[in-house]
């Protein structure tokens, strides 16, 4: 079956300019969440989906950070003015429901540069 | 909060040997699972192994093992036999059960690039 994807794969911003990224969970998975990595570190929360339901943001950076996911299947990410330091590997992650420790399925990311 | 450390960022082995990755946590929890995930070249995460706090039985998958030291808080990857497509960055992680609004995020430590050599 499809595993997690995201798109694009690769985006360049000018700084300044807002970017989106998309997220499409496994078929039926209730929790979804996007993680930060940068260059040589281990990701970083930034959100948690259960259904439509934003139940976490904690970890977003800045008010310039914005994810939606309307009707509790796909995710999107949105990042506005980018900046800089917000050059990273996004990723996004869903599971099939939340206890038990379940398994986190990761999509390939999409790697954003800010020049 | 929690905090993971992996001590290794790099570690180079032969194939066919085998190979230990460190790993360290800090938390106040009780309940909790700790995971290792593995990233090969093309970014993409994939599950290697998984223990449960509660559990005192090591977990083993295949050639992957676990040596899970609750009260040391220690929790290190032994792969045997090891292959090249074992080559790949590996990561420890951790999660929280009693996170609030049931967010099973994890925290990832920053990770061990592990070479093997032909």
């Known amino acids: 079956g499809a595993g997690v994807s995201q798109s694009p794969r690769y985006k360049v911003a000018k700084r300044g300019q807002d970017v989106a990224l998309r997220c499409d969970p496994i078929?039926?998975?209730?929790?979804l969440f996007w993680y930060q990595q940068a260059l040589g570190q281990g990701p970083e929360f930034l959100t948690y989906?259960?259904?439509?339901?934003?139940?976490?943001k904690s970890g977003l950076p800045s008010d310039r950070f914005f994810a939606e996911r309307p009707e509790g299947s796909v995710s999107t990410l949105k990042i506005q003015r980018t900046q800089q330091e917000d050059s990273a590997v996004y990723l996004c992650?869903?599971?099939?429901?939340?206890?038990?420790?379940?398994?986190?399925?990761f999509g390939p990311g999409t790697r954003l540069t800010v020049l | 909060a929690q905090t993971v450390t992996q001590s290794q960022p790099e570690m180079s082995v032969q194939e066919a040997e085998t190979v230990t990755l460190s790993c360290t946590y800090d938390?106040?929890?009780?309940?909790?699972?700790l995971f290792w995930y593995k990233q090969p070249p093309s970014r993409q995460m994939i599950l290697v192994i998984r223990?449960?706090?509660?559990?005192?039985q090591n977990a083993t998958e295949n050639r992957f093992s676990v040596n899970f030291q609750k009260a040391a808080k220690s929790f290190s990857l032994k792969i045997s036999d090891s292959q090249l497509g074992d080559t790949a960055m590996y990561f420890c992680a951790f999660m929280n059960l009693h996170a609030n609004f049931g967010n099973e995020k994890l925290t990832f430590g920053t990770g061990t690039r592990l070479t093997i050599i032909p």
């Open positions: 938390t106040s929890e009780n309940n909790y699972y």
């Open positions: 078929s039926g998975h209730v929790s």
């Open positions: 989906f259960q259904n439509e339901a934003q139940l976490d």
């Open positions: 223990q449960e706090a509660y559990k005192q």
């Open positions: 992650a869903s599971s099939p429901s939340r206890g038990l420790g379940n398994e986190q399925f």
